[in-house]
């Protein structure tokens, strides 16, 4: 009876003691930490990298040069151009004939002469030729950079002409006929209406004068008859 007892406290214990004898499993509890980062916004602000210095290119805007084919030139354009780095207007090179000047003027001058003035055409041109037209024996012959000359003793009704020149030949004629100066009608007018004036007031005056020393004398003669009045003498009352 022991004996069995024994044997069941045995075989109760044995489960109990493999069972607390067994390794004991661990198990692992994650903790998550939340934690603020203090980085910005990245719509509020933003890091650029540094960035390696790229090449620029820089462009120029030129210009026009200050170019009046009217006018003087003291300088050629290209050599302006050279200068200053801006732009000549476009010119036919030296080996095609040039296209005609604008003859846009015929002035009287001093001395009887009559100045010609033309303006300079899109071309290369080495010197000008003016002359009257079909008459060789009268051309003159002015610089490049020329931009008027003066004829000599030039008749009203005559043909005055000018062509550019180069390497290539000359360029076709540009002319114009010579005319008497016309007389500036404004002007005429305005000095008649204000020496028209002038004679008014002229007589205006005059007149006022001679009122004023009509008024005068038959004043006087008014106090000559008051003196010769018979009803007074020396003597008292008559």
């Not at 090449?55 to 003291?74: E, F, G, H, N, W």
């Not at 001058?109 to 003035?117: A, C, K, P, Q, T």
């Not at 004043?219 to 008051?226: K, N, S, Y």
Request: aromatic residues 6%; glycine residues 10%.
């Amino acid at each position: 009876m022991f004996l069995l007892w024994f044997l069941l406290l045995l075989q109760v214990c044995v489960p109990v003691c493999s069972t607390s004898a067994s390794p004991s499993q661990h198990h692992t509890r994650v903790r998550i930490i939340e934690v603020e980062d203090d980085y910005d916004d990245i719509n509020t602000h933003t890091t650029h990298s540094p960035r390696a210095p790229g090449l620029t290119i820089s462009r120029a805007i030129r210009r026009p040069c200050d170019y009046d084919p009217c006018a003087v030139q003291t300088s050629p354009c290209d050599v302006i151009s050279a200068q200053t780095g801006c732009l000549c207007p476009g010119l036919t090179g030296p080996q095609e004939r040039p296209e005609p000047p604008d003859l846009r003027e015929l002035r009287p001058g001093s001395g009887g002469g009559v100045s010609v003035l033309w303006c300079a055409p899109r071309s290369t041109v080495t010197h000008y030729e003016v002359s009257l037209k079909d008459e060789k024996s009268s051309v003159q012959t002015f610089g490049e950079h020329l931009r008027s000359g003066v004829i000599p003793g030039l008749k009203f009704g005559q043909i005055v002409c000018v062509a550019a020149g180069n390497e290539a030949g000359l360029s076709e004629q540009s002319c114009a006929q010579y005319e008497a100066p016309q007389v500036d009608h404004a002007a005429l007018s305005a000095g008649v209406i204000g020496g028209s004036i002038g004679f008014f007031l002229l007589l205006l005056a005059l007149s006022v004068v001679l009122w004023r020393k009509r008024t005068c004398r038959k004043g006087g003669m008014g106090d000559a008859e008051g003196l010769g009045n018979p009803s007074y003498s020396n003597d008292g009352v008559l």
